[in-house]
């Protein structure tokens, strides 16, 4: 039996789940495996998602979105994180494209990519870090140097989620001296010349979703093709890092609640019968449950929040920290109470563990995220 939260699903979120979970069963779980093994990720698939209107729930009708709320988003998102998570978070990252487009962007620039993106012919990528910046993201170095028409742009990306398989990447580069002042963000299409595909990573976890180097050489980019005013990119970034930090809050929930949902079948089973520390065991999860229900509800009034376009920055860091970290933990438990089951390919509870680690160091590790309330609560003293 599904464990149940409060409070109760609104009818439309209600029927976007159960839509994803129908997708999810039909054309995710088959080969879920398999992708995970070979690293692959699907076209047609997300393509499938794209058609039923899931991976664009957020965007406006009027750029072939489904006009509906965050709430829905998220609630997608958390649906299809209780399988491969790699799968979640390549929607999530085409939607901070999306996002930067719809806060940033100009009509033309609205007009002419948002419709590929929310259509799934496209999809987008979201490319911020470089191997010296990583959690410093303001010290990035890729020289977006002003030319006649436009910049031409120079230097290595690093960590781009979707990258192999990207349509747009929304490219953050220095146009300036000044540490964030001095960053524009930019909109450049997979064949645009100068732009190469570097190193594709190999990683613990998410598989499925490739992350890899963006590799700059005097690429031209017109000045039609930057998003939003220059010097304005770090702020470009940051809206959209606030918005994909409760994305991965939701995968580090959905997962949680596949590994409880896995160890309460365990318990009640002839494994958990037989098991001297059932007991014990049993009380730890409850504990995690509880915590999985406070996560969910701190998700749930984010994605009002961010519905009324209030500041979301500090509970964003909230959710991340939160569900990431319960989702590590539960895990762990979960693979050390199967023992040699839980360490095999063959058992969906090992990608967890493999998953859920990823999970507390994209869109910002945890350390970060401690380091952001830290400075809020500064501000309260």
Not at 80 to 103: D, E, R, W, Y
Not at 199 to 205: I, Q, V
């Amino acid at each position: 039996m599904p464990l149940t939260f409060y409070p109760p699903l609104k009818t439309d979120e209600a029927q976007c789940r159960e839509k994803a979970q129908q997708l999810y069963r039909r054309w995710v779980l088959p080969t879920a495996l398999a992708d995970d093994r070979t690293q692959l990720f699907r076209p047609d698939v997300f393509k499938t998602f794209a058609k039923e209107g899931l991976t664009a729930l957020a965007v406006p009708k009027a750029y072939g979105g489904s006009g509906m709320s965050y709430r829905c988003h998220y609630g997608v998102i958390e649906e299809l994180a209780k399988g491969p998570n790699a799968f979640s978070v390549t929607i999530a990252v085409t939607n901070l494209v999306m996002g930067g487009l719809l806060a940033f962007g100009n009509d033309n620039q609205k007009q002419l990519y948002l419709p590929k993106l929310t259509s799934g012919e496209w999809l987008g990528a979201f490319s911020l870090s470089e191997p010296q910046s990583g959690s410093d993201a303001s010290g990035l170095m890729l020289k977006a140097k002003k030319v006649e028409g436009g910049y031409s742009l120079t230097g290595t990306k690093c960590w781009c989620s979707n990258g192999t398989d990207a349509d747009l990447f929304l490219v953050m580069g220095r146009t300036g001296i000044h540490k964030t002042q001095g960053i524009s963000s930019f909109l450049v299409t997979k064949n645009t010349p100068g732009l190469r595909i570097g190193k594709k990573e190999s990683k613990l976890g998410l598989k499925a979703s490739s992350l890899t180097e963006l590799i700059f050489e005097d690429c031209f980019i017109p000045e039609a093709q930057r998003l939003g005013k220059e010097g304005e990119g770090f702020t470009v970034a940051l809206s959209q890092l606030d918005t994909g930090r409760i994305g991965i809050g939701a995968c580090g929930t959905g997962l949680a609640t596949a590994a409880i949902e896995r160890m309460q079948k365990e318990l009640n089973g002839n494994f958990g019968q037989s098991c001297p520390f059932k007991d014990t065991i049993a009380h730890k999860f409850g504990e995690y449950y509880a915590r999985l229900q406070a996560v969910k509800s701190l998700i749930t009034i984010a994605s009002e929040l961010k519905d009324q376009d209030q500041d979301i920055k500090v509970l964003a860091s909230h959710i991340k920290l939160l569900g990431s970290d319960l989702a590590m933990e539960v895990s762990h438990d979960l693979v050390h109470f199967l023992g040699e089951r839980g360490y095999q390919e063959e058992e969906e509870v090992e990608r967890f563990f493999r998953d859920a680690k990823a999970l507390q160091i994209v869109e910002g590790t945890n350390q970060i995220q401690r380091l952001v309330i830290a400075k809020e609560m500064e501000k309260m003293v």
